[in-house]
C-alpha cells in the first residue's frame, strides 16, 4: 500500500468510525510494503476485510455514501493485492448499493456483473451467492424494479435451501434467512403487496438471532411503513416507536432513514394522538442531535 493510499484512507478516517478500526487499517498499511508472497497476501487480506467493514460502517450506520465509496475502492485493492476473489466479489457487490440507493439502476447492474464474475472465480458458499441475489434485489427495488427484485429474492430462496458443500468465509456476518426475509418483506411492502409483507416481515422478527439488533430497527420501521400504507397509523406508531427504542439502544441511519420515511407517510393523521406522541418521541433531544449531527 503506498504512501498515497494511506494518505486517502485517512482522509476518510475522521469520521465516527471505531478506533480499533481505523488502527488496524494504520497498522495494515503499515506492514504491507514490508512483506512478500504469503504473508503478504494474508496482510492485505486483513487489510481488504478491514476496508470492508469501515466502507459498511460509513454506508449503512453513518449515510455517506461517497466516503464510503472510496473507502470500499481501498477494499478492492487490497483484495487484489490478497488475489482474493471472494472477498473482491463482497467488495463490488457493497459498491453496488451506492448507485442502486441513488436509482441509478444501470450502474448498480454493472457492478452486480462484475461481483457475480468474481464469485464464479472462488468456491461461492449458498449463503455468499443467495446474498448477491439479495443485494441485487434491494438495488432493483430502489430503482422501481419490484417484480425483478421479488424473482431475484425467490431464486436467493431456492439458492438456500438447496445449499452446497462450500463454507461461507469468516468475514460474512451480515447475512441470513432472516435478513433475506427482510429484504423481501421491504420489496413486498414498496410493491403494495401488503398483506404478504406484513407476514414476511413478522417472520423475519421471530427468526432473527440478538447480533442483529441494527436490522431490527429497519424490520420494525418497515412494518410501520405498512400499516400506513394500510391507513393503521395507530399500529403504525407502535412499530415505530419500536424502532425508536431499538435505535435508542444501537444507532443505525439505515434504521432511523425508515422512521422518518414512516412519518411523512403519516402526514395525513398527524393531528392524531398516536402521531403526535410519535413527534415527541422523534424529536426529543438525543433522537433530533443524532440525526441533525448526522
Known amino acids: 500500500m503506498t504512501r498515497s493510499h494511506r494518505r486517502l484512507y485517512w482522509s476518510v478516517a475522521p469520521t465516527n468510525l471505531h478506533p480499533a478500526v481505523i ?29 470492508l467493514l469501515a466502507g459498511r460502517i460509513e454506508f449503512f450506520d453513518l449515510r455517506e455514501p461517497s466516503t464510503a465509496n472510496d473507502t470500499l475502492l481501498l477494499a478492492l485493492q487490497a483484495a487484489g493485492e490478497a488475489d482474493d ?35 464464479r472465480r472462488a468456491p461461492a458458499s449458498a449463503e455468499f451467492l443467495a446474498w448477491l441475489d439479495a443485494v441485487e434485489a434491494e438495488c432493483e427495488t430502489r430503482c422501481g424494479s419490484t417484480r425483478t427484485a421479488l424473482h431475484l429474492i ?22 441470513s434467512p432472516a435478513r433475506l426475509a427482510a429484504f423481501k418483506g421491504n420489496t413486498q411492502m414498496i410493491a403494495g403487496h401488503l398483506l404478504q409483507a406484513r407476514e414476511t416481515l413478522q417472520g423475519a422478527l421471530e427468526t432473527m438471532s440478538p447480533s442483529e439488533d441494527k436490522q431490527r430497527s429497519v424490520v420494525y420501521g418497515d412494518l410501520a411503513a405498512v400499516e400506513a400504507a394500510a391507513g393503521n397509523p395507530e399500529q403504525s406508531c407502535e412499530y415505530a416507536s419500536q424502532a425508536l427504542d431499538q435505535l435508542a439502544i444501537t444507532w443505525y441511519a439505515t434504521g432511523m432513514d425508515r422512521v422518518r420515511e414512516v412519518r411523512r407517510a403519516l402526514t395525513p393523521h398527524q393531528h392524531e394522538r398516536c402521531v403526535r406522541d410519535l413527534d ?13 449531527s448526522r
Open 23 to 51: 488502527a488496524h487499517a494504520t497498522l495494515g498499511c503499515a506492514l504491507l510494503p514490508e512483506t512478500t508472497d504469503s504473508t503478504r497476501r494474508t496482510i492485505a487480506a486483513a487489510l481488504g476485510e478491514t476496508y
Open 280 to 292: 415527541d418521541r422523534l424529536y426529543d433531544w438525543s433522537t433530533t442531535l443524532s440525526v441533525l
Open 154 to 175: 425467490g431464486h436467493a430462496e431456492d439458492v438456500l435451501t438447496a445449499g452446497n458443500e462450500h463454507p461461507s468465509p469468516e468475514w460474512m456476518d451480515w447475512f
Open 85 to 119: 476473489a471472494l472477498l473482491g466479489s463482497a467488495v463490488i457487490a457493497h459498491m453496488a448499493f451506492v448507485p442502486g440507493w441513488v436509482g441509478d439502476r444501470d450502474a448498480a447492474l454493472e457492478r452486480m456483473i462484475a461481483a457475480r464474475t468474481y464469485a
